[in-house]
């Protein structure tokens, strides 16, 4: 992509030096060779005299204004960088905001952004993607109390195209409350769930139902699940989020999984 840089007038710092070296030889020619001019140069343990002592003296002249040009290149150069690095900032903040919706990201979180199924949400930094296929599986940091209670917390996100589930109305908007359910109710019989919890709500101002119930696994620990089925109708799909956690550290997970709700957004 082409960049507008402002162009620079410096002169290339070995260029100029070979001039200055080639002026000051033609210098000290003129004037100790064709007007016959005198001179004397004495350092520390060296006397010149003559031509040579011209050709010193102006190429010690040449040397300050070398290092003189060499910054100013170099500062120009310096500049010039900068003004690029900020073009290139700047378009790369125009292409993320053409990429990337405005979503909501709390403290702890990052962004996800599915293009694919049109939806973008936050979700636990801490949180390690599972490869599953569906839109995310997101699982608990591994710790040692972790493996002690003998369950790993996992979030996971489904979506189902309308036109796949039998039985629905044709129009979305005719689709009930109770027929929302029917994910939900599918795993609390296949995991025999108690204590059933169902409130309808809105996920990013999507009808949705959640439902909260338990898991008893003996010998394994309660598992807690918190699930909502939300209906985008605009998308003609059916997302579905679940948690399942395991009863000592459910209330945390749940807390977390309250807020990834918060940040949906659906991208049609």
């Known amino acids: 992509m082409p960049r507008d840089t402002a162009p620079t007038n410096a002169t290339n710092p070995v260029f100029a030096y070979l001039i200055i070296f080639g002026t000051s030889l033609i210098g000290a020619a003129v004037l100790y060779g064709g007007l016959k001019s005198t001179g004397v140069f004495e350092s520390e343990g060296m006397e010149l005299g003559g031509a040579a002592a011209g050709f010193v003296i102006i190429l010690l002249i ?7 040009l060499q910054r100013q290149h170099l500062d120009n150069s310096q500049n010039n960088q900068a003004r690029e690095i900020e073009t290139l900032r700047e378009e790369l903040e125009k292409l993320r905001a053409g990429e990337q919706p405005e979503l909501e990201c709390p403290k702890g979180f990052e962004l996800m952004v599915s293009r694919d199924f049109g939806l973008g949400f936050a979700k636990p930094r801490t949180w390690s993607q599972h ?17 002690k209670t003998g369950f ?3 979030i996971t996100i489904t979506m189902t195209l309308l036109d796949q589930v039998p039985g629905l109305p044709d129009d979305p908007d005719e689709i009930t409350n109770d027929e929302l359910k029917a994910p939900l109710q599918s795993a609390i019989q296949l995991h025999e769930g108690t204590d059933v919890k169902w409130h309808p709500t809105y996920v990013a101002n999507r009808r949705a139902m959640c439902a909260e ?51 949906v957004k659906f991208l049609s």
């Open 62 to 68: 040449a040397k300050r204004i070398f290092f003189s």
């Open 131 to 147: 490869p599953e296929q569906h839109i995310g599986m997101y699982m608990t940091p591994m710790t040692e109390d972790i493996i």
């Open 152 to 154: 790993r917390g996992n």
């Open 213 to 263: 119930f338990t898991i008893h696994r003996a010998p394994g620990p309660t598992i807690v699940v918190e699930g909502a089925v939300v209906l985008d109708a605009p998308g003609r799909r059916l997302f579905v989020f679940a948690l399942y956690e395991a009863l000592p550290h459910s209330e945390q997970s749940q807390q977390l999984f309250r807020q990834l709700l918060s940040t």
